[in-house]
């Protein structure tokens, strides 16, 4: 998919803003010590920077063949 090699502006503010919730999601949830929902802010948080991440590398991926 060439959509994120063509968006190159488009990918670089959803990177930086996912980064930037997660940060805040992770750092929140870690300061609500001993209540369940700190739990879920931070692993919400993660797989916000999961997305990040992933938005990242999504240009780099090698075209998969078909094995016809």
Same mark, same amino acid.
């Given at each position: 998919?060439?959509?994120?090699?063509?968006?190159?502006?488009?990918? @670089?503010? &959803?990177?930086?803003? +996912?980064? *930037?919730?997660? !940060?805040?999601?992770?750092?929140?949830?870690?300061?609500?010590?001993? =209540?369940?929902?700190?739990?879920?802010?931070?692993? @919400?948080? &993660?797989?916000?920077? +999961?997305? *990040?991440?992933? !938005?990242?590398?999504?240009?780099?991926?090698?075209?998969?063949?078909? =094995?016809?």
């Amino acid at each position: 998919m060439e959509f994120w090699k063509e968006h190159v502006r488009l990918r @670089l503010i &959803l990177m930086t803003v +996912l980064f *930037a919730a997660g !940060l805040v999601m992770v750092i929140g949830g870690w300061s609500m010590t001993g =209540k369940l929902a700190g739990l879920g802010w931070m692993l @919400l948080g &993660l797989i916000l920077l +999961l997305v *990040a991440l992933a !938005l990242y590398n999504k240009p780099f991926e090698t075209p998969k063949k078909n =094995k016809r």
